[in-house]
């Protein structure tokens, strides 16, 4: 009867052994997603950063030029701001959907991997 106990003992542990290298497998497997997901993510808000600081200066260049051109420099930016009104519009009703459905697949792609 002993060693139908022992097996038993022996069993269990291998049982808990087995939960416990799961459960520490399963962390590290998260850990990997969270850490590919969010470099990825740093990566692109990096480029994003730059391409926002080049359209930042062109917009004011564009801004300054319809300025001199209709005479007084406020009404370049003036329309430099409504044309981003209009776009923002546009983008809130017709784009919002096509932009947010890529973004969440690259992140369950990037999760999924």
């Not at 799961?22 to 990825?40: D, M, W």
């Not at 480029?47 to 209709?70: P, Q, R, S, T, W």
């Not at 701001?81 to 697949?105: E, N």
């Amino acid at each position: 009867m002993e060693t139908t106990a022992s097996h038993i003992e022996t069993l269990f542990e291998k049982i808990e052994l087995y939960g416990l290298t799961t459960y520490e497998l399963s962390k590290l497997k998260a850990l990997e997603t969270a850490s590919i997901v969010l470099t990825s993510l740093v990566s692109r808000l990096s480029v994003i950063l730059v391409l926002a600081m080049f359209a930042l200066v062109l917009n004011i260049g564009i801004a300054l030029y319809l300025g001199e051109v209709l005479g007084k420099s406020c009404y370049g930016f003036f329309i430099v701001a409504g044309f981003y009104l209009v776009a923002g519009i546009v983008m809130h009703l017709f784009l919002h959907k096509w932009i947010r459905k890529p973004l969440s697949d690259i992140i369950i792609t990037q999760a999924l991997q």
